[in-house]
């Protein structure tokens, strides 16, 4: 039987959910992974880490992996893997920030980092790029004074889950949200 996330995380599995949003049915559930940041392990990436660069960035960057720079808060940063100058993965990290969770359909505030929207090209997966991208991003975040890093990730994309899990993440919380037309419901519980 295939793993649900091969099902569910393409753009098939997306234009479905984006169809039945639009007729007011839908249905999310995200794990809340929680690290303290003096206990994470230093940034590594394994043996592939040294063909990239992991860093900061203009946003400009990485459009070309057609990054959804537009939805950036003003102060957030992306954090970037690059191999010659050219962009293979990124994610966006923000500090003690607010931030709208569109499948929770709610704001949700994050005291410390809150690591979003992590993506590497698939052409370069398998290679330790997402987890040197979480690292050097734990870095830079104690730099700037978090304490706690937060990455909200839905129950079906086991890839994410288990780079969290490997970076020394803890599952938290589990935040659901159903809504079928005028009637939602709300819970939050611990995982």
Same mark, same amino acid.
């Given at each position: 039987?295939?793993?649900?996330?091969?099902?569910?995380?393409?753009?098939?599995?997306?234009?479905?959910?984006?169809?039945?949003?639009?007729?007011?049915?839908?249905?999310?559930?995200?794990?809340?992974?929680?690290?303290?940041?003096?206990?994470?392990?230093?940034?590594?990436?394994?043996?592939?880490?040294?063909?990239?660069?992991?860093?900061?960035?203009?946003?400009?960057?990485?459009?070309?992996?057609?990054?959804?720079?537009?939805?950036?808060?003003?102060?957030?940063?992306? &954090?970037?893997?690059?191999? #010659?100058? !050219?962009? @293979? %993965?990124?994610?966006?990290?923000? *500090?003690?920030? =607010?931030?709208?969770?569109?499948?929770?359909?709610?704001?949700l505030r994050?005291?410390?980092?809150?690591?979003?929207? &992590?993506?590497?090209?698939? #052409?370069? !997966?398998? @290679? %330790?790029?997402?987890?040197?991208? *979480?690292?050097? =991003?734990?870095?830079?975040?104690?730099?700037?004074?978090?304490?706690?890093?937060?990455?909200?990730?839905?129950?079906?994309?086991?890839?994410?889950?288990?780079?969290?899990? @490997?970076?020394?993440?803890?599952?938290?919380?589990?935040?659901?949200?159903?809504?079928?037309?005028?009637?939602?419901?709300?819970?939050?519980?611990?995982s």
């Amino acid at each position: 039987m295939p793993r649900l996330w091969r099902l569910t995380r393409n753009r098939y599995g997306r234009a479905v959910y984006d169809a039945l949003a639009r007729r007011g049915i839908t249905a999310t559930e995200l794990i809340e992974y929680v690290a303290d940041l003096e206990d994470a392990p230093a940034a590594d990436g394994g043996d592939q880490r040294s063909a990239y660069a992991v860093e900061t960035c203009d946003p400009s960057t990485v459009a070309a992996l057609d990054a959804p720079i537009e939805e950036l808060q003003s102060d957030e940063l992306v &954090v970037a893997a690059l191999e #010659d100058g !050219r962009p @293979r %993965g990124y994610l966006f990290c923000s *500090v003690d920030a =607010t931030h709208e969770i569109h499948p929770l359909e709610r704001e949700l505030r994050f005291e410390g980092a809150y690591i979003r929207r &992590v993506f590497v090209d698939p #052409d370069h !997966r398998n @290679r %330790g790029i997402a987890t040197a991208l *979480v690292g050097e =991003t734990c870095r830079l975040a104690r730099e700037r004074g978090a304490e706690r890093a937060t990455a909200l990730v839905a129950l079906d994309n086991s890839p994410s889950r288990a780079l969290f899990e @490997r970076r020394g993440f803890d599952p938290r919380r589990r935040r659901r949200y159903v809504r079928v037309g005028p009637f939602s419901h709300r819970s939050v519980r611990p995982s």
